[in-house]
């Protein structure tokens, strides 16, 4: 059965200290594994698809990293609008389902 | 030009009833998907409809019928209302494939959800 596994739940960041969140995954076969942003009472919003390991996505502050066995979200130097929970999901390459994560609860503060 | 829109955004009912949530995407995508976000904010897959074929159907109580009057539209019917339906109910749409240019298109856009609580 899939597994997403985020770590930390929760993250405190002062605006400019960069850090990573951790999304470790096991699947029969990965199509591919997705980071989402979710704001409170809002729907995820997408942000990167990851296919292969060693692939790396960029966007604005973000940058997303995939292993065999794990993906990282690096924020640098982050501002409070970057606060958001963050979702990490899994595609087997046999269906259509993601399959989240619990998610990383991210505030970064002034 | 909202991509993923869902109707109602709170719906506040008593158990037993009968109620739907409509959702209409205008992305063109050709697969749509329901999940429920719970009280722990876990997101769970529950239907998928592909061309408007049912492709997915999880461990869903049979309360709970979806349907796809066509390739835009995604509705879920829930009948006799039970306390613990109360949730966050997301839609969402795809496209589902290897585009012509080799690019590949899994990526599922979500709607604003339907926050329906029992009571």
């Known amino acids: 059965e899939d597994q997403v596994t985020q770590s930390p739940e929760a993250l405190r960041l002062q605006e400019g200290e960069s850090s990573s969140l951790n999304c470790s995954y096991t699947?029969?076969?990965?199509?591919?594994l997705f980071w989402y942003r979710q704001d409170p009472g809002k729907g995820p919003e997408f942000l990167f698809t990851?296919?292969?390991a060693g692939e790396e996505k960029e966007k604005e502050r973000l940058k997303a990293t995939l292993t065999k066995k794990e993906s990282f979200l690096h924020i640098t130097a982050p501002k409070p609008e970057d606060s958001a929970t963050y979702l990490c999901?899994?595609?087997?390459?046999?269906?259509?389902?993601?399959?989240f994560g619990k998610g990383t609860s991210l505030l970064v503060t002034p | 030009d909202t991509a993923v829109s869902q109707t109602p955004k709170y719906l506040v009912t008593q158990m037993g009833n009968d109620k739907s949530i409509k959702c209409e995407q205008n992305?063109?995508?050709?697969?749509m998907y329901w999940y429920k976000q719970d009280s722990k904010k876990f997101l769970k897959i529950m239907f998928s409809?592909?061309?408007?074929?049912?492709?997915i159907n999880e461990t869903v109580p049979n309360r709970f019928s979806p349907k796809s009057p066509d390739k835009a539209h995604l509705n879920l019917h829930i009948n006799s209302l039970e306390l613990g339906d109360s949730a966050v109910y997301f839609c969402?749409?795809?496209?589902f494939g290897v585009g012509l240019a080799g690019e590949r298109n899994y990526e599922q856009y979500f709607g604003p959800g339907t926050r329906l609580t029992v009571t």
């Open positions: 699947v029969s076969g990965l199509r591919g």
């Open positions: 990851l296919y292969s």
């Open positions: 999901a899994v595609q087997a390459d046999s269906g259509y389902a993601l399959n």
């Open positions: 969402a749409s795809s496209l």
């Open positions: 409809y592909n061309n408007k074929e049912l492709i």
């Open positions: 992305l063109g995508h050709d697969t």
